[in-house]
C-alpha cells in the first residue's frame, strides 16, 4: 500500500529559504501564489504584461514582472501556463534567466514526461500537483484544511529535490490532507487517461449517446436531459464523497440493480479495450504529438474551437431552457 505523507514529515523551512517565482497567474497559478505567501514563502509573480494574469496578480497585491524578469534571482521556478506553452516560455523567456542550480516545477507532469521542458545541467525538475481545482486549493487553504497532493521527481534526482517538493506542497496546505509520492510518468499518464477515458471524454460522450438514444426513441429532449445529464451531479456527488459502495447504498434498488446488472453491458470488453488502446497512445507519446501538433505556438490559438460541438445542439439548447428554470446554478457573482 503507497505511503502518505503528512506535515511531519515534511520541513516548512525548505521552502522558506527559497525565492519561488510563479509563472502564469491562472487559477493554479493564483492559487499557489497566495498559499504560499500566506505560508511566509517569498514569492514573485511572472506574467505578459498587460494581460488579465498581470490585472489579477496586481489585484492580490504582487507587483508582477515579465517572465524572464521573475525568474531570474528565483530558486524555484513553478510553471503554471497550459501544457503547451511551457516549452515555448521556458526556450524564450526561462532558459537563458535560469539562476545555476534552479529547480523547475510545474503542477502537471505533461511538459517533463513529453520533453518540452529540459532541466539544464545542475537543475532538477520537481512535479508538485494538488488533486483538485485551483480554487479549491485555496478554498481549503483558506478554512484550514488542504488538498491532497502528488509530488515526483526525475529519475535519480537528489532526495532533497524531494524533500523541497514536500515542503512546497506544505505550504500550499496539503500536508493536512496528504501527500503521495509518485513519478512524473505515473502522474502524467494516468491524468490523460482519466480525462480522456472517463472524467471528460468517456463521461461526455456518454451523455450524449444516452441523450440521443432517448430522443430517437420518441421521448422529449426535456426528459432526456434531465435523466443523462443533469442527475449526473447527483452520483457524482455521492460517488465523490462516499465512493462506489456509498453510491449504491444511497440510491434506490431499482438503480442499485439496473447499475450492477446492466452498467458491465453498457461498458462492455470492446470499451475497455478502447481504453487500453487510448491509454497505449499516452504512453507512447502519439497523444502528446497529436496535441501539440494541433496547438499552435501562438498562445491566441488553441486546438479546441474546431472540435467542440455546436452550441446549437439539441442537447445545448434544451440544456439552456432547463437550466434557466433553476436559478440555483448561476454562479454566485
Not at 189 to 213: I, K, M, N, R
Request: hydrophobic share 40%.
Amino acid at each position: 500500500m503507497t505511503s502518505i505523507l503528512y506535515a511531519d514529515d515534511t520541513d516548512p523551512a525548505l521552502i522558506l529559504r527559497c525565492e519561488v517565482a510563479i509563472v502564469g497567474y491562472g487559477s493554479q497559478g493564483q492559487a499557489h501564489a497566495l498559499n504560499l505567501r500566506d505560508s511566509g514563502v517569498r514569492v514573485r509573480v511572472g506574467q505578459r504584461p498587460g494581460g488579465r494574469g498581470w490585472e489579477a496578480a496586481l489585484s492580490d497585491g504582487f507587483q508582477p514582472l515579465p517572465v524572464s524578469e521573475s525568474v531570474g534571482d528565483a530558486d524555484v521556478v513553478c510553471l503554471m501556463l497550459p501544457d503547451e506553452r511551457h516549452g515555448v516560455v521556458f526556450e524564450g523567456d526561462i532558459r537563458a534567466a535560469l539562476k545555476p542550480g534552479a529547480t523547475l516545477m510545474a503542477c502537471h507532469g505533461f511538459s517533463f514526461h513529453y520533453g518540452l521542458v529540459q532541466a539544464p545541467p545542475g537543475s532538477h525538475r520537481l512535479l508538485v500537483a494538488p488533486k483538485g481545482q485551483g480554487a479549491m486549493v485555496r478554498g481549503e487553504f483558506l478554512n484550514g484544511g488542504g488538498v491532497p497532493a502528488l509530488v515526483a521527481t526525475d529519475d535519480g534526482a537528489p532526495d532533497a529535490v524531494f524533500q523541497l517538493g514536500l515542503s512546497y506542497a506544505a505550504a500550499l496546505g496539503s500536508a493536512r490532507a496528504g501527500i503521495i509520492r509518485t513519478t512524473i510518468a505515473a502522474e502524467t499518464e494516468t491524468d490523460l487517461f482519466g480525462e480522456q477515458a472517463v472524467l471528460c471524454g468517456g463521461l461526455t460522450a456518454l451523455v450524449e449517446a444516452g441523450f440521443e438514444t432517448l430522443v430517437e426513441a420518441g421521448y422529449q429532449p426535456e426528459l432526456a436531459y434531465f435523466e443523462c445529464l443533469h442527475e449526473l451531479k447527483i452520483i457524482a456527488d455521492l460517488l465523490h464523497a462516499r465512493g462506489i459502495t456509498g453510491m449504491r447504498d444511497s440510491i434506490s434498488s431499482t438503480a442499485e440493480f439496473g447499475d450492477v446488472t446492466r452498467g458491465p453491458r453498457v461498458i462492455d470488453a470492446n470499451v475497455r479495450a478502447t481504453m487500453r488502446t487510448i491509454l497505449s497512445e499516452i504512453r507512447s507519446g502519439q497523444f502528446a504529438r497529436e496535441f501539440l501538433a494541433a496547438s499552435s505556438a501562438d498562445e491566441q490559438n488553441s486546438p479546441l474551437p474546431a472540435i467542440q460541438p455546436p452550441a446549437n445542439a439539441l442537447i445545448e439548447s434544451t440544456g439552456q431552457r432547463l437550466r434557466a428554470m433553476m436559478p440555483w446554478l448561476k454562479p454566485k457573482p
